[in-house]
């Protein structure tokens, strides 16, 4: 079983939104910490959002006031919901757990 598993990537025009989900396995969920990180072409991996098992969340400066993430921790779920989308956007986001567990990514494309 795949650990990880992210949805809801797309193309979305500038100032729209979209959401984001991972499913991820009871093991992996249980784990402290979970989040979103980005990397867009030719550009290295940066982490977006964090969220602990107890659902405090760190989110980096050039999201902040427009994303959010959260967790349902009945549906052993993570969620991104980004609000405003610029098209430095652009980029495959990775759903991760800690301890060095990634995602396959899914691509979201932010057209002006």
């Known amino acids: 079983q795949v650990p990880l598993v992210e949805s809801g990537g797309g193309l979305v025009q500038a100032g729209g939104s979209l959401r984001l989900s991972c499913a991820a396995t009871?093991?992996?969920?249980?784990?402290?910490?979970m989040g979103w990180s980005r990397q867009a072409p030719g550009k290295e991996r940066d982490v977006v959002a964090t969220?602990?098992?107890?659902?405090?969340?760190t989110y980096a400066d050039f999201v902040k006031g427009r994303f959010t993430i959260s967790r349902d921790n009945g549906k052993n779920a993570i969620y991104l919901q980004m609000n405003g989308l610029r098209p430095e956007d652009t980029a495959v986001y990775y759903c991760?757990?800690?301890?060095?567990?990634w995602g396959q990514g899914t691509q979201v494309t932010v057209s002006s």
């Open positions: 991760w757990a800690a301890g060095g567990h």
């Open positions: 969220i602990t098992r107890s659902g405090a969340t």
């Open positions: 009871t093991r992996f969920f249980e784990r402290n910490a």
